[in-house]
């Protein structure tokens, strides 16, 4: 069955520091998110995608975050300097046009990141 | 905008309980309402879901219920075994909105 996967799986930097997380959304997928879940909280919609553009966006989504997709396979959300804060679980999810109208989306196993 | 609550916040029942988590939302336009378990340290997983139009969705041990009126639906496990144990998500949405997030349960299924 094909999944969202992600990368790095664990990502430690320093603070200040910028980082990229990588998604590789499902091969036929047009619609893509992130989110972020800091630990022992509930999982918070950071931003959504499509069409090569930001379809929606939350407060917590603020000019630090940007995402890309850089090619036909890859989804980044890069955090251009990283505060303690920013430590957390980040998922990617994705959705083809159907489930995205279902509001279904498939989550990758998410990367933690820890900012120190 | 929507805001969702979800209770209890810890919930432990003995192997072969049935387990029940509800969630109340705010915005009366929300239409979907998935139910995601996640295990510690893994991606959450849709496990049932309900649309609007629907009062009730049942899939072997686990089943939904949504009550419009009040704004209320919850999950319901029965015949709970220890694989059960994680963190269960409820969220709401409509079309074209993002989902909005439940605080979680933590389930413990004790044998």
């Known amino acids: 069955e094909p999944e969202v996967t992600q990368t790095p799986s664990h990502q430690v930097t320093q603070m200040g520091q910028e980082v990229i997380l990588r998604c590789v959304p499902i091969?036929?997928?047009?619609?893509f998110y992130w989110y972020r879940q800091i630990l022992g909280q509930k999982v918070e919609f950071l931003v959504s995608f499509y069409n090569n553009e930001i379809s929606e966006k939350s407060e917590i989504f603020d000019d630090q975050f940007s995402v890309e997709r850089p090619d036909g396979s890859n989804f980044t959300l890069k955090i251009r300097s990283t505060k303690l804060e920013d430590s957390a679980m980040y998922f990617c999810?994705?959705?083809?046009?159907?489930?995205?109208?279902?509001?279904?989306?498939?989550f990758g196993a998410g990367t933690r990141l820890s900012v120190l | 905008g929507e805001n969702v609550e979800q209770h209890p916040s810890t919930l432990s029942v003995q192997e072969g309980d049935s387990a029940v988590i509800k969630c109340t939302y705010s915005d009366s336009a929300s239409n979907y309402f998935p139910w995601y378990k996640q295990e510690l340290g893994k991606r959450p997983q849709l496990i049932i879901d309900?649309?609007?139009?629907?009062g009730e969705k049942k899939d072997q041990r686990i089943a939904v219920t949504l009550n419009k009126t009040a704004k209320h639906f919850s999950l319901h496990i029965t015949e709970t075994q220890p694989e059960d144990s994680a963190v269960y998500f409820c969220?709401?949405?409509?079309?074209?909105?993002?989902?909005?997030f439940g605080p979680g349960t933590r389930l413990s299924v004790l044998p």
């Open positions: 091969s036929n997928h047009l619609y």
């Open positions: 999810a994705s959705s083809d046009l159907m489930q995205a109208a279902k509001n279904i989306q498939y």
């Open positions: 309900i649309r609007s139009n629907v």
């Open positions: 969220a709401a949405t409509s079309y074209g909105q993002n989902f909005v």
